[in-house]
């Protein structure tokens, strides 16, 4: 099926002809979908602590953190261009005949428009759109009472204007202090200021982002860098990296051959936020917090952001301290005693939610502690878990394995099997999602880093129907970063207020309450 012409294009790419190969299966077998054992539930898999416990644990965080490397791992490549949606559609079709303007006053589907105008003073943005629009030669508030909307929105999308219908999420105007205003790439530095500081006051944070917005991105961190280092007494450390190529995953046509180009070339696609393992993989740090660049509050709701994020850290390094403990008894002790044996089986069973498979009884005992060995040497993660109140995202459940092992996995619609009218009713249980809101250990008990290609369990992509130059072909996504990617992980959920899940996905979302000023 591969030509040598194919071959060539996979070297260029950094992709290696099995790996395309195994995609291609995939295509034809499709992937398994994942089973569900129950969705989890406030002390079932899903910690709830008092105020006096998470006190205790933000503490323990704060005392002992800056002996650490702890960084901020900020997915920050997609572009902003979903976010406007909308409005790119309303400039593709509005005429501004007076049909156009009476279906926009009282159609439903157009009131994000009507709301987008009715309060773009209110945007932190307001003020470069309205000098941006000057340019045209008319006043912006003019211009909206004249209803030459499409104007406006082109001076907002259009790299002649603004350009934010083509810039990234972390390079727009999010939030108003005053005068001024701060981008998603500045919030993250005033964040990573407060709970990711070292004993030397060193913020590490590593951006990753996409070529063609890098030097963007980059200047722009380097111009506002130095007025966070002097309010806070940090020295920033900022990193960047990109999505690899060699991540990018064939795409097929409907018999399932690879899908040409007009030139006959292969198409392939990004692989999804699954292939930033790669990215997260090359990190040297102790403990690395991830939060996407969308998920940021101004200053007067940070509190509650700054004292979870601490909780997740006082939890993962008093369970890994524990884990730790365990492995260098089971790694070094000559006699190992049954009930110590039991106390740690207990512990993974009851505290870390892995529960051993029927036939772990009948084993052997060196052969029980090398199964104890295999699941708590591994990199942690504890993630921070809330309340679904209607947002999109995977849930945390319980789940089983093919071995007969059940533990803890956060699962996405797309890895459950709807026609299953049991799973879909078990997905729906879920009372909680995750708002990707993750500590990750990423060392083991001898202080090395872990591989974390051994921990994806890589039957969990899934794939999905696109069209290209008007045909369709099939598309696949690697396992996700915080699904399959880490399905091999010990994982910790507790849940978080909800206050602390503040996504943009929508212009009109920066319209809320939790992004405007006092």
Not at 512 to 517: K, Y
Request: proline letters at 4%; glycine letters at 6%.
């Amino acid at each position: 099926m591969l030509s040598e012409q194919d071959i060539k294009q996979l070297k260029a790419h950094g992709i290696k002809r099995e790996t395309v190969e195994e995609q291609l299966r995939n295509f034809q077998e499709g992937f398994p979908y994942i089973n569900i054992v129950k969705a989890t539930t406030i002390n079932d898999g899903l910690l709830q602590l008092s105020d006096e416990l998470t006190d205790q644990y933000v503490g323990e965080y704060e005392e002992d953190a800056p002996r650490y490397k702890v960084m901020k791992f900020v997915p920050a490549s997609g572009a902003a261009s979903r976010m406007f949606k909308d409005l790119f559609s309303f400039t593709d079709t509005y005429k501004g005949t007076d049909e156009d303007y009476q279906k926009l006053t009282t159609d439903k589907k157009h009131e994000p428009i009507v709301g987008f105008f009715k309060r773009v003073n209110d945007f932190a943005f307001y003020d470069d759109l309205k000098t941006a629009h000057e340019r045209s030669g008319k006043g912006l508030n003019e211009a909206i009472l004249q209803r030459e909307y499409v104007p406006v929105m082109q001076t907002l999308l259009n790299d002649e204007g603004l350009g934010y219908g083509s810039l990234p999420k972390g390079l727009l105007k999010f939030h108003r202090y005053g005068q001024e205003s701060r981008t998603p790439v500045e919030e993250h530095l005033v964040e990573g200021a407060n709970y990711c500081r070292s004993a030397d006051n060193k913020v590490y944070i590593h951006f990753t982002v996409s070529p063609e917005h890098k030097t963007r991105f980059v200047q722009h961190v380097e111009e506002v860098k130095p007025k966070y280092e002097q309010q806070f007494g940090v020295t920033y450390d900022i990193t960047y990296s990109e999505q690899k190529p060699s991540t990018d995953v064939i795409a097929v046509d409907m018999n399932n051959e690879p899908f040409r180009n007009e030139d006959g070339s292969m198409l392939f696609r990004p692989g999804g936020h699954g292939a930033l393992i790669e990215n997260l993989n090359e990190l040297d740090a102790d403990m690395v917090f991830i939060k996407n660049i969308d998920n940021v509050v101004p200053d007067r709701l940070k509190d509650t952001t700054y004292r979870y994020k601490k909780l997740l850290g006082g939890l993962l390094l008093s369970y890994q301290q524990r884990i730790f403990d365990y492995l260098n008894y089971l790694d070094r002790a000559e006699d190992l005693f049954s009930d110590k044996v039991e106390e740690i089986r207990h512990f993974v069973e009851n505290q870390l939610c892995v529960i051993s498979p029927a036939v772990f009884a009948s084993l052997q005992d060196d052969e029980k502690v090398a199964w104890l060995i295999s699941k708590l040497d591994r990199p942690i993660r504890v993630c921070g878990i809330v309340k679904n109140e209607g947002e999109p995202g995977g849930g945390p459940f319980w789940v089983s394995s093919e071995d007969g092992t059940t533990s803890l996995q956060i699962v996405e619609s797309a890895q459950v099997n709807m026609q299953d009218a049991e799973q879909t009713r078990l997905y729906k249980d879920a009372t909680h999602f995750s708002p990707t809101d993750i500590l990750c250990g990423l060392k083991d008990h001898d202080g090395k880093k872990f591989d974390l290609h051994r921990y994806v369990d890589p039957s969990t992509g899934f794939i999905t129907k696109k069209f290209k130059d008007g045909r369709e072909l099939k598309a696949q996504e690697l396992p996700g970063l915080w699904n399959g990617s880490m399905a091999e992980w010990t994982t910790i959920f507790v849940e978080v207020p909800v206050e602390t899940f503040n996504p943009v996905k929508t212009v009109n979302d920066l319209l809320r309450e939790q992004h405007q000023e006092a």
